[in-house]
């Protein structure tokens, strides 16, 4: 058992490791993203972009949520007749804390910066030759759609998280083992053994 004050010490280090990694990840995002975006010419596709990192973001909200209410025990039984992704389940449930806050914390709010870059790039692009009331007016259409979409998306997907829970945890462990055989590592069900 933890002593009280090896607690803080943990949250403090837990903490720290997500905030780094938020920051690189955040940096190899928006440089992918920025360089997708200046080789892109026209409109369409740098929509396509910018749904694409709102829809990212509701993804990831969704399995955030769903992790916090999925419960262990089912993936226990599956993990004992070796099904295919359930150790990794078993993981994202033991670990819903850390989980939760990449998926929800990290990656949210990364796609949500994301995404009000490029829609501010989108505006420069349409309005370059217009007058500053047609750039004000479609800069506040731009921000008022991206975030309409984001928020009803994620309200949408909570939703369904919420009464999905372990079908969508057991759906992200088997594609994290698919991962896992493709890039021959084994972290998620490595750590594993600890739980059992």
Known sequence: ????????????????????????????????????LSRIKSVLPAVLLLLFIIL??????IIGTAVTKAAEHPFHAKAATKTYGAKEAVWLTKNADKVASFCNDVVGDISGTLSGAIGVALVVRVTINGTDVVEILFNTLMTASIAAVTIG????????????AEHIIFKV?????????????SYFSGNQKRGK
């Open 1 to 36: 058992m933890a002593s009280p004050k090896s607690i803080p010490n943990a949250a403090f280090k837990n903490a720290l490791i997500i905030g780094l990694g938020a920051f690189f990840l955040a940096i190899g995002l928006s440089f992918i993203s920025q360089g997708l």
């Open 56 to 61: 990212l973001g509701i993804l990831f909200d």
């Open 153 to 164: 998306g994620k309200a949408y997907g909570k939703s369904y998280a919420l009464k999905e």
């Open 173 to 185: 462990g088997k594609t994290i083992a698919l991962l896992q055989g493709i890039w021959t590592f």
